[in-house]
């Protein structure tokens, strides 16, 4: 590739777009929430929650130097992640912690992004991350789930026209936000019942001798506080 084609590329990934109508930024949001809604959807669309879940325990679990051996996504849409490293301290706590926080941090990574207009940015971003973890997936669904939604991006980045790219972009930025507060609240669900005993709250209890009900309440503030401010910034306000 020479410079020129370099230049260009580099100009194509960092160029501002042009923001799309409100109209449509509402319209993605309202199809992002009948993704999260109704249960029959949902099974479907919580994969993509589940990526950024089990991405977010590996991307800690590397960056507080911990070694990861791999991540397994299930078709039930539940998730594995496998570290080695030492069992306690602050780098088990992050790695842990990350995972209900991840899609919606994600989400508000997302919406500032596009609330710069760097929509070009935001696709090319979210491919290169799941090119990342594709090469940590240990099982054949996760990697076919996560090369589907990958080639999605590459596609969508590559092939479609602006408007579509757009719209695709807000909708997943939207997906994110609000597909990372219902499983804080089925969480909650669980353990209420007595279930998910090994959940990552519960985890996070005893590594901290925190009770996992104040790690629950700081995931749902995290969700809630990222939707309300990516929600902003999204539709200008």
Known sequence: MDSSSTAGLWDRLTGIQTAPDLWLVIVTGVAALAAVG????????????TIAHEGGHGLLALLTGRRLDGIRLHSD???????????TGLGMILTAAAGYTAPSLLGL???ALLSAHRITLLLWAATALLV?????????YGALTVILTGGTFLLVSWLAPAEVQAAFAYAVVWFLLLGGVRPVFELQAKRRGGGAPDSDADQLGRLTHVH???????????ALCSLVGGGRWLLGL
């Open 212 to 222: 996992p009900v104040v790690w629950l309440v700081l995931f749902h503030v995290v």
């Open 77 to 87: 849409t539940s998730g594995v992640t496998v570290s080695r490293g030492k069992p």
């Open 132 to 140: 990342v973890m594709l090469v940590m997936i240990r099982n054949a």
């Open 38 to 49: 109704p249960r029959p959807l949902w099974r479907l669309s919580r994969n993509a929650v």
């Open 109 to 111: 990574g997302g919406a």
